[in-house]
Nanobody, 120 residues
Framework: HVQLVESGGGSVQAGGSLTLSCVVS????????VGWFRQAPGKEREGVAS????????TYTDSAKGRFTISQDSAKNTLYLEMNNLKPEDTAMYFCAADGWWFERSSYNVWGQGTQVTVS
């Protein structure tokens, strides 16, 4: 039974930075992707960044390119999302997801509980 636990959310001013972490209880159980999604009130959950575990290849939503960096540390079973130059429109609940493909939300089999990011 794979579990995901996110941390690192918080409240920051515009232009600030946060790094989210997601501990995956069994990191290598899947050879597909792990990723970060976010959901703002009244909006659909959207993909922010995703990484293919085996190859390390990454993809980002357009609004995250140049500001966010996704990375993994398989030795620590941890996925990271470094977020810089945060904007108010980045405010959302951020979710870690595992065993899926890129930004295909329905393909992910495991989800974390979410961590709130608020940018003012």
């Amino acid at each position: 039974h794979v579990q995901l636990v996110e941390s690192g959310g918080g409240s920051v001013q515009a232009g600030g930075s946060l790094t989210l972490s997601c501990v995956v209880s069994v990191y290598t159980y899947s050879k597909r992707c792990v990723g970060w999604f976010r959901q703002a009130p009244g909006k659909e959950r959207e993909g922010v960044a995703s990484i293919h575990i085996a190859s390390g290849r990454t993809t980002y939503t357009d609004s995250a390119k140049g500001r966010f960096t996704i990375s993994q540390d398989s030795a620590k079973n941890t996925l990271y999302l470094e977020m810089n130059n945060l904007k108010p429109e980045d405010t959302a609940m951020y979710f870690c997801a595992a065993d899926g493909w890129w930004f295909e939300r329905s393909s992910y089999n495991v989800w974390g509980q979410g961590t709130q990011v608020t940018v003012s």
